[in-house]
Every structure is written in C-alpha cells, then in structure tokens.
C-alpha cells in the first residue's frame, strides 16, 4: 500500500507541475496580449510611465495568481486589477505632487507616427488632455478614463472601484462635465500643428519678437517642469505679450550646443531639444485654429527616459 501510494504522489507531482507550467503560459500570454492597452490605461489615470510601468508589474504578480479558470473576460479582469492598482497610486501621488517644485507636467512619450492618425487616441494622450484630467478627483478621473477613452461598461467599471453601477454614472457626469469646461477646444490636424510649430520654432531662433505674437494666441500658456532640478519656470505664464518676451529673451534662443529635432510625443508633433549628447527637454505644444495655446516644456531629467525611445500605446 504504501508503494502504490508513493507512486500515485510521485506521478500527481510532474502532473501539478505541468498544469502550473500551462497556467503560467496562458496567463503570460494572455498579459502580452493585452500589454499596450494595460500600459496606456495606468498611464492615462496617471500621467507617468514610470508609475504606470510599476502598476504593470503588481498587476502582473497578481495575474499569476488567479484561477483562469474562473475568469470569463481576460481583458476585463486585467483593466480591473490595473484600475485597482492605479487608483491606490493615484491617491499617493496626489499627496507627493502637493509639494512639487513648480508646475508639474506629464511624463512625455515618445510615440509611433500612426498614433497621431488615431485622433481619439491621440487626443487622450495629448498633454492638455492630460493635464485636464490633472484637475479631477482620483475617482473622477479613473472613471472618466474607463468609460470615455476605453468604452468600459458601468458594470465593469462599478466593480474596479467598488461603487454601484448608478454612483459610478453619477461620477462620470461629473467628470464629463468639468472636463468638457476645461478641455482643448477642437481636434486638430498633424499638419496644422506642424505649420505652426515650424513658425513658433523660426520665431524663437531668431528673436522675432512680431512672429511670436504673429502665432501666438491671447490667452496662450506657457508651463514648464525641471523638478526643482533644471531652470525651468516656477509658475504659469499667461498672455501672448507676456510668452513672446519670455520666448524671445536671450535664454531661449539659438546657440551652437543645442540641437533640435521633430518628433511625435503624446501622439502629437514636438521639439526635442538635445545639449550635445543629452537631452535637455522636450516642448509640446498645442494648437487651436493655428494659433499655438499652451507650450508645455519638460526639463525634468526623470521625466525624459521615454523620449529615446518609443512606448507602444492602444485603445
């Protein structure tokens, strides 16, 4: 007897081992399949790669520890423990953001030139919309996430925040309406924004000080984020008059160490500015009607590692 049941125990344990060694292969391959939109999702909610790279890897190790068997969607439970993950990070990150060393922007990412032909996509990434989404509540604004840029239905989403399917309407009325005061204006074309980054890029490296306020709109803002690391401005600047001087002063414009280039950041044309062989920031910008609206400058050095490279994104 006891032989018989040493050699059922022996012959059960290459067989468990096979059948975790399946689970694992199903589960890294259903997270691989699914990879880009789970990083474009905890990135949306959140506004860093760096942290959305993070929720990536606890959603992972949570994956792996659930019965496949028991899931009927894997795109729904993996946006489900990636909305979890987000959220709890979201609340922290506020905290830390409070006591940032002057306006704060997103992380910029280095994207694919067919991210800009997918205008909703595009949109979501921008760095208006981003900062729009900046000034919702955690709840809000993963609400509004889930169910405007990924279409994730009240039921799911109810589940991923523990609140009722009707309390999680009543959030995304909230956030569409706040965010529909404060977002950009209109969809705007690749080439129109490339028209205008090209006379904004020739007024700054000449001092034109006429051609800066020929592009830029009235109410224009201007942001920059060097982290209390790099020189970079401590507030927001408002107003063509007060951008163009600020544009056209000495600091701003050309000299022979630094080196520009076109590149597509947060599925929109920008300007990588590069100090020999570092990169020294990026300038996004936005445009409405062909007037620039916000410049959006990061000279955070943490805030540049996904400008080399591209980050691959999806709805």
């Known amino acids: 007897m006891g032989e018989r049941g040493e050699r059922t125990t022996d012959a059960a344990e290459p067989l468990d081992r096979a059948d975790r ?5 199903s589960a890294t391959e259903a997270f691989v399949a699914h990879r880009n939109l789970l990083f474009t999702v905890a990135y949306e909610m959140l506004g860093s790669a760096t942290d959305a790279e993070d929720v990536l890897q606890e959603t992972w190790l949570r994956w792996v520890g659930v019965d496949l068997g028991t899931v009927r969607e894997e795109r729904a439970y993996l946006v489900r423990i990636v909305t979890r993950q987000a959220l709890d990070r979201l609340r922290a990150l506020r905290r830390r953001r409070e ?4 306006p704060w922007l997103p992380e910029p990412l280095l994207t694919a030139p067919d991210v800009a032909e997918d205008a909703e996509l595009a949109d979501s990434l921008s760095m208006a919309m981003l900062l729009v989404l900046e ?6 604004r993963v609400v509004f996430v889930l169910r405007e840029v990924f279409d994730v239905e009240y039921d799911e989403i109810a589940e991923a925040v523990g609140k009722t399917p ?10 569409r309406a706040h965010v529909a005061a404060r977002r950009p204006r209109g969809t705007v074309s690749p080439a129109e924004t490339r028209a205008a980054l090209r006379a904004f890029q020739r007024a700054i490296e000449t001092g034109d000080l006429q051609g800066l306020l020929d592009i830029l709109a009235p109410d224009v803002v201007a942001l920059s984020d060097g982290g209390g690391v790099r020189r970079a401005l401590l507030r927001p600047v408002v107003g063509a008059g007060k951008v163009a001087r600020l ?6 414009r050309h000299d022979p160490e630094r080196r520009v280039e076109w590149v597509q950041v947060n599925g929109g044309p920008a300007l990588l500015v ?7 920031g990026v300038l996004a910008v936005r445009v409405d009607n062909g007037y620039v609206t916000g410049l959006y400058h990061v000279r955070n050095p943490e805030k540049l590692s996904r400008v080399e490279r591209e980050t691959a994104v999806s709805l």
């Open 166 to 175: 009707a309390a999680v309407r009543q959030v995304a009325r909230r956030a």
């Open 135 to 140: 000034t919702l509540g955690p709840t809000e």
């Open 99 to 102: 006591s940032y060393v002057g």
């Open 21 to 25: 060694a399946d689970s694992l292969d």
């Open 247 to 252: 544009l056209s002063t000495g600091r701003y």
């Open 274 to 280: 590069r100090r020999g062989e570092e990169v020294d």
